[in-house]
C-alpha cells in the first residue's frame, strides 16, 4: 500500500518526530529530498534557470533551503517572495548567501524549473494574486512544475479540486502522502509523486487512505492448493440478465469466470440461462448452494426481487447496477455495492456533479449511510467501509469507460467473496485486476469492449502473481 495520512495526523507525527530533533533539521530532511528531486529533473544544474516561489510557511522555508542547495551548485535562482515580512528568515537568508536573487516578475522565457513553495499542509484551497498569475504564466510559457509537499491550492484531507491552484509535473512530498496526493480530482494536479522519507513513518497513526499497489494484490488473492476441489474455492452466484439485457449477464459470468472461485452458477432468468450455457459451458444453470452473490447487471425490472432472493441465502452480495436502487441499510452483511458516480448520486438523492467533485467524501458517507462497502467506480475507483481506512484503485486505462465493463468487475467481486475475501479486499482487488486487465486490454492506447477485458484478466493476474516479490520503496 501506499499510505495518505490528513493534515492533523501528520501535524501530530511531526511535532513528536521534532520532540527529538535539534531545531530545523526536519526541514533540512524535506529540503535535502526536494532539492535531490529537482537536480535530477534539471539533469545538468549549473548554468541552469530556477524560478521559486516562496510563500509565508514552512513549505516557503522547504523552498528556501532548496533554494540554497541549487543556488550552490550553480543554478541561476530567482526567488519570488511573495509576503517578504513573513518568508522563512534563516531559509531567506541561506538561499541569497548561496547566490539566489530576488525578483518580483521573473521572464518565464528560459526558465527550466519552477518550485512551487507557495502553501503546503497549511494552506488554505485556492490560489490567491499574485501568486495565481505567477502559476498561470509559468505554465503558458510551458514551464516544468515541481510543487513542494503539495500541489499549492488544492483541498489537502478532502482531495478535491475547488478553487485555482498548480497543476504540478512533480510533486516531492514529505513523510507521507496526503489524500490529495491519492485521490481523485485533486490527484490529477499532482503529476508524478515523489515520497522524501523524513523519519515520520514510527510517528504516524493509522492512514485514512491507503492506495493499493501490486504486492497487496499478491499477497491477498486466494490461491487454490492441491487438497481444492470446485466447492472447496468457492461457488459464485449470478443474477443477471434479461430478455431486453443478455448481454450483461454474459459478461458479468466472465468476469465471475476469470476470478479464483471454483464454481459459477447462473440464477437469471431460463430464456437468458440457455443461451448463457451454449456460450459459457462451464457455467451451470440454477440456482443452488453459493457462497456469494452477483446481483443487478442487466436484471431491469427484476431487479428487487433478484436482490431479495440473493439477500435470503443469507451470503455476502455484489449489489451492481439495477439492484442499487433496492438496497437497503443493513440487508446484508458483507455486502459490496458498486455505484458509478451517478447511482451513488441516486442513492444519497444528490446531483451526480456533486459526487463528481467529492468523491473521496461521498463514497465514505454512503458507506456510512449505506452500512456496507461501496466501491465508487472511476478513473480513480475508492473502496470505502465505516472505520477502515478507504481505499484506491488508480490501475484503469480511460478505455474503461465502455458498455457492460461495469457487469465484468462485479462478476469478478463476487468470484473473489466467494473464494472467502471480505467484502473491502474482494472490492479492492476486483478493482485492481479489472484495471490492469484494461490497460494490458488496450495495449496501453487503443479502445476495448468489455469482453476484452474480460478476456485479459487471467493475464493480468499471472502477471501479478508470478512478479518477484521486490518490496516497495516504501515498504
Ligand atoms: N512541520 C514540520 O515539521 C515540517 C513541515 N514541513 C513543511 O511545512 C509545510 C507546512 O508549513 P506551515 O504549517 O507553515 O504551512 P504552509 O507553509 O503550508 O502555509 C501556511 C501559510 O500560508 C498562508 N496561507 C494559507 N493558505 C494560503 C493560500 N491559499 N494562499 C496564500 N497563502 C496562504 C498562511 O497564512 C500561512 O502563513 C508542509 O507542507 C511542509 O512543506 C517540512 O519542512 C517538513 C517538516
Ligand atoms: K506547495
Not at 447462473?266 to 443452488?288: H, L, M, Q, T
Amino acid at each position: 500500500m501506499r499510505y495518505a495520512h490528513t493534515v492533523e495526523s501528520v501535524r501530530r507525527a511531526e511535532a513528536a518526530l521534532m520532540a527529538t530533533l535539534p531545531a530545523g533539521a526536519l526541514m533540512q530532511r524535506a529540503a535535502a529530498g526536494l532539492a535531490a528531486v529537482c537536480i535530477d529533473v534539471l539533469g545538468s544544474v549549473y548554468g541552469a534557470r530556477v524560478v521559486v516561489l516562496v510563500g509565508s510557511g514552512d513549505n516557503g522555508g522547504d523552498a528556501l533551503y532548496a533554494a540554497a542547495r541549487l543556488a550552490s551548485r550553480g543554478a541561476a535562482v530567482e526567488l519570488v517572495v511573495l509576503k517578504p515580512e513573513a518568508a522563512h528568515p534563516d531559509g531567506l537568508a541561506a538561499a541569497l548567501r548561496a547566490g539566489a536573487r530576488r525578483t518580483d516578475k521573473p521572464a518565464w522565457d528560459g526558465v527550466d524549473l519552477l518550485v512551487d513553495g507557495v502553501v503546503g499542509i497549511g494552506g488554505r484551497p485556492g490560489l490567491r494574486d499574485p501568486a495565481r498569475t505567477l502559476i498561470e504564466d509559468a505554465r503558458a510559457a510551458g514551464t516544468y512544475v515541481v510543487a513542494v509537499d503539495v500541489p499549492s491550492g488544492v483541498d489537502v484531507d478532502g482531495a478535491t479540486l475547488p478553487e485555482p491552484h498548480v497543476t504540478a509535473d512533480i510533486t516531492v512530498t514529505f513523510g507521507t502522502h496526503k489524500p490529495a496526493l491519492l485521490a481523485a480530482p485533486a490527484v490529477r494536479a499532482a503529476g508524478w509523486v515523489q515520497l522524501v522519507d523524513i523519519g515520520l513513518v514510527p510517528y504516524l497513526d493509522e492512514a485514512g487512505l491507503e492506495s493499493v499497489e501490486s504486492a497487496d494484490v499478491r499477497a491477498a488473492y486466494p490461491l487454490p492448493s492441491g487438497e481444492s476441489h470446485k466447492y472447496t474455492r468457492g461457488v459464485v452466484g449470478v443474477d443477471a440478465g434479461s430478455d431486453r439485457y443478455a448481454g450483461a449477464a454474459e459478461l458479468c459470468v466472465r468476469g465471475a469466470q476469470a476470478g479464483p472461485a471454483g464454481m459459477v452458477r447462473f440464477g437469471g432468468p431460463d430464456s437468458v440461462a440457455a443461451e448463457i450455457v451454449a456460450r459459457r459451458p462451464e457455467a451451470v444453470a440454477g440456482r443452488g448452494r453459493v457462497q456469494a452473490w452477483v446481483v443487478g447487471s442487466g436484471t431491469a425490472d427484476r431487479a428487487d426481487s433478484a436482490l431479495r432472493a440473493a439477500a435470503a441465502d443469507e451470503v455476502p452480495v455484489v449489489v451492481d447496477a439495477d439492484a442499487l436502487a433496492y438496497w437497503r441499510p443493513g440487508m446484508v452483511r458483507g455486502a459490496l455495492l458498486t455505484p458509478h458516480a451517478g447511482e451513488l448520486a441516486r442513492m444519497l438523492d444528490v446531483e451526480r456533479s456533486v459526487v463528481e467533485a467529492a468523491p473521496l467524501a461521498y463514497a465514505r458517507q454512503a458507506a456510512e449511510r449505506l452500512d456496507a462497502t461501496v466501491l465508487l467506480k472511476g478513473s480513480n475507483t475508492l473502496i470505502a467501509e465505516r472505520d477502515r481506512p478507504t481505499r484506491v484503485v488508480s490501475t484503469g486505462t480511460p478505455w474503461l469507460a465502455t458498455a457492460g465493463a461495469g457487469d465484468v468487475l462485479a462478476g469478478l467481486a463476487g468470484s473473489l467473496l466467494a473464494a472467502g475475501l471480505p467484502a473491502r479486499d474482494a472490492g479492492s482487488l476486483a478493482a485492481w485486476l479489472h484495471g490492469a486487465a484494461s490497460r494490458r486490454a488496450a495495449e496501453y492506447g487503443r479502445p476495448i469492449t468489455a469482453g476484452d477485458v474480460a478476456g485479459a484478466i487471467p493475464a493480468a493476474t499471472a502477471a501479478v502473481l508470478s512478479a518477484p516479490a521486490t518490496p516497495a520503496p516504501w515498504a
